[in-house]
């Protein structure tokens, strides 16, 4: 059996707690995505909230943020607790972290804020918490990371040859 996405399970735990919250059953959630157009069945809400469900579209996921009143990233990001959050299969940050980066408040310490704030619409600007300088110097320092990034995975296939 395949092995569930980190990720899903964090919304399939946060389903079921908000689920409970509410004091809503299986079928009361499955009903209500229906009545939204996701045509959910109990057995899927039972599935995903036991592990059963590999994945969650991002479309379902915006679905149960809409029916249970909270907003998508506290169904995607713990809302407590501090263990690493899987934004990538292979990179991990901090809960608090993802959920601004989620916001777009704030790039990830490997991202380009220039590139990173640069999608966000005029309408919705407001200044980054970094300094202009601290911007720079990120933006330095991750394109000499990518140009390194080459250079030392190939020098770590190497070491694991020897």
Not at 55 to 73: C, H
Not at 107 to 128: C, G, M, N
Not at 129 to 154: G, T
């Amino acid at each position: 059996m395949e092995q569930i996405d980190p990720a899903t399970a964090v919304v399939a735990r946060r389903v079921r707690e908000l689920r409970e919250k509410r004091g809503w059953s299986a079928q009361r959630l499955a009903d209500e995505m229906a009545s939204a157009g996701v045509p959910w069945k109990r057995i899927v809400v039972t599935k995903l909230e036991n592990s059963r469900r590999q994945s969650v579209s991002l479309a379902e996921v915006l679905t149960l943020a809409y029916v249970l009143d909270v907003a998508p990233v506290h169904l995607i990001i713990p809302t407590e607790g501090a263990d690493p959050y899987p934004i990538t299969p292979d990179r991990f940050v901090r809960p608090a972290v993802a959920r601004e980066w989620i916001r777009g408040r704030m790039a990830l310490d490997s991202q380009d804020p220039r590139l990173y704030f640069s999608e966000v619409p005029l309408k919705e600007w407001t200044a980054p918490e970094l300094s202009e300088e601290e911007i720079n110097m990120r933006s330095r320092l991750n394109r000499a990371v990518k140009k390194m990034r080459p250079r030392l995975s190939s020098e770590a296939e190497q070491d694991g040859q020897s």
